[in-house]
């Protein structure tokens, strides 16, 4: 829910990924690329960026992707 009082995603000052850096792991994905090599590829935590494809983190970027 976003009410406008704090920022999100990349927008947020602790940021560590852009958007469009995010988009590009997400569509390597959909192509059918691992996560681990994808992890590996944009220097992000395999953790990390299974929580972005499966919306615990950054939801907003699946509606983009």
Known sequence: RDTGLT???EKH???KYS???LLT???KIKE????ASIAREFNI???YLNKVKNRVYRSDL????
């Open 7 to 9: 920022p999100q995603g």
């Open 13 to 15: 000052s602790k940021a």
């Open 19 to 21: 958007d469009e850096t």
């Open 25 to 27: 792991a997400l569509s």
């Open 32 to 35: 059918g690329k691992s996560v």
């Open 45 to 47: 935590s395999q953790s």
């Open 62 to 65: 699946m509606d983009k992707a």
